[in-house]
Each structure stands twice: as C-alpha cells, then as structure tokens.
C-alpha cells in the first residue's frame, strides 16, 4: 500500500510566476515501509517512533540475552545514519524500515536544496540544461556518471547516476548504485530540489536487485509534485 508523504513548507519556494500559486514544499509518493526523518525540526521525535515501532517487531520468544545488544547496535546505526545527514545540512531522509517481502532492504533517500546562481550577466532561463548539469555536479569530482536532462512536474530536471565506491572510514562499507534527480525549484530558477538515492542492492551495486530499485526510484521521482501555497 502506497503513502503519499506530503512535506509541509521546507524553505524550497522564491518568487512564484503570476499566475501560479509559490511553491512551498514537495510530494513523494513511497511504500508504506518506508519512513521519514526531517532533518531539521521534529527529529528527534521521528527518529525515536521508528526506533520504538523497530524494537516493537522483536519476536516474543527472542533471547533474552541478545535484545538488549541487538536494540543497542540497531539504535547505534540509525542515530549514526541520521547525524551523517544532518551533517550534510539536508532537509529530510527516508529509510526503509520494515522488510520489504522476505528481505530487508539497505537503501536510503536523502533530500537536500542547492543554491545555484546565476553567472554574471545571465538572466533566468538561458542555461541550457546540459550546463546546469556541469555546473550542479562538477563540484563533488564524480567521473563516468550517466547524464541525462528533461522535466519533472513542470520544471527542468537533471539525473546523474554512477556507482559510488565504498569507504569504509566514512561508514560505507559497501560500494553503492547511486541515482540523483536535481529539480529546478519554480519561480526561482537559481534555487535546486536534489533527492539523492542510494542503495547497496544485494551487496552487488549492479546486481538484479540493485536495477529494480533503480526503477522503482525513477518510477518514484516521475511521480514527484511540488507543494503550492
């Protein structure tokens, strides 16, 4: 069954066209297994509903001896995950928290807004989009990235995916298929939407189970609406 996850204001809209109302947030449409973290008000309270909502799917007849370590490391990771977002100064982060069928899934959807202006003596609207791209992700030193540019919901979009390798000092400690839609934000074209997905497939960032996820995010984001005031 599908949730719709409807943000309220998150600080993404500018001056909106005449004729439209402004943008004041976006939708996603997700699994019911998935969840959400805001990243900048109301945390803590979302991280402590998932934990406790977690804790809550232990088997009665689990032994006693192992929940308290086992609640420890689960709380551990997930309290860890969330700080390295915060860090980036993202907006929201979305996990799947339940199994998904028979399996659980290591994935995660991190929102973020970029602010790009524009260069000296360009007016709004004449960066073609494949410049927009070079300019968005030039600064993290991605290579061999696929590229590829059309519109969301009315507004420019720019995807890039390419498959991050591991690092274990930064708590990666698998490589990643990593898929990332940057969306210019309407009536203020210097300001980017950027949802960022991740997932480790079945270990493999190019196996089977890897590629479905990439589909199913695509699928994710062609379903993507913004907010209006």
């Known amino acids: 069954m599908l949730n719709e996850q409807t943000e309220p204001a998150v600080e993404l809209g500018g001056i909106a066209d005449a ?9 996603l449409l997700l699994p019911g297994e998935w969840a959400k973290v805001p990243l900048r008000h ?12 977690a804790f809550a799917r232990i088997p009665a007849d689990a032994p006693t001896d192992r929940i308290g370590p086992y609640k420890r490391e689960l709380e551990r990771r997930f309290r860890a995950s969330v700080a390295g977002a915060q860090q980036s100064e993202a ?3 979305y996990l799947p928290v339940k199994p998904m069928g028979d399996f659980n899934i290591g994935a ?29 992700l030039s600064r993290d030193g ?9 519109e969301i919901d009315g507004a420019l979009a720019v995807r890039r995916e390419h498959v991050g390798a591991a690092a274990p000092d930064k708590g990666a400690e698998l490589a990643s298929r990593r898929v990332e839609y940057m969306v210019s934000v309407p009536g203020d074209p210097d300001r980017w939407f950027v949802a960022a997905f991740s997932t480790v497939g079945g270990g493999d960032p190019r196996d089977e189970l890897a590629e479905a996820l990439v589909e199913w995010f695509d699928a994710v984001m062609a379903n993507f609406r913004w907010s209006r005031g």
């Open 108 to 136: 995660s959807i991190l929102v973020t807004e970029s602010l790009l202006p524009r260069p000296s003596g360009r007016s709004h609207g004449e960066s073609e989009p494949t410049e927009v791209a070079v300019q968005l």
């Open 142 to 150: 991605v290579e061999n990235a696929d590229l590829s540019s059309g």
């Open 19 to 27: 004729t439209d109302p402004p943008v004041t947030g976006y939708r």
């Open 91 to 93: 907006l929201d982060l």
């Open 42 to 53: 109301g945390t803590e309270d979302a991280v402590r509903q998932i934990l406790d909502d």
